[in-house]
């Protein structure tokens, strides 16, 4: 089968979570889990603007994630 495929959206990449960014939206149709950590959300204010398909997780659960995954792109 395929591989599940997990974005995590840190610092300034929080704001590619926009509701109107379709990047993420073809990329969340196609089953892929799209993450942003929510202090960097938070402090830049965005919170309102973020998609409600984004999960948003606290700096303790990005260790977790990274840790859990077999293979980390970073960009």
Do not use: H
Not at 47 to 59: E, G, P, Q, R, T
């Amino acid at each position: 089968g395929e591989d599940a495929v997990t974005i995590l959206l840190l610092q300034n990449a929080v704001y590619q979570a926009n509701k109107t960014n379709k990047m993420v939206s073809k990329a969340l149709d196609k089953n892929v889990t799209i993450v942003a950590n929510k202090e960097d959300v938070e402090v830049r204010g965005i919170k309102n603007f973020i998609s409600d398909k984004v999960k948003l997780i606290a700096y303790d659960e990005v260790v977790d994630l990274i840790f859990a995954n077999d293979t980390i792109i970073n960009m």
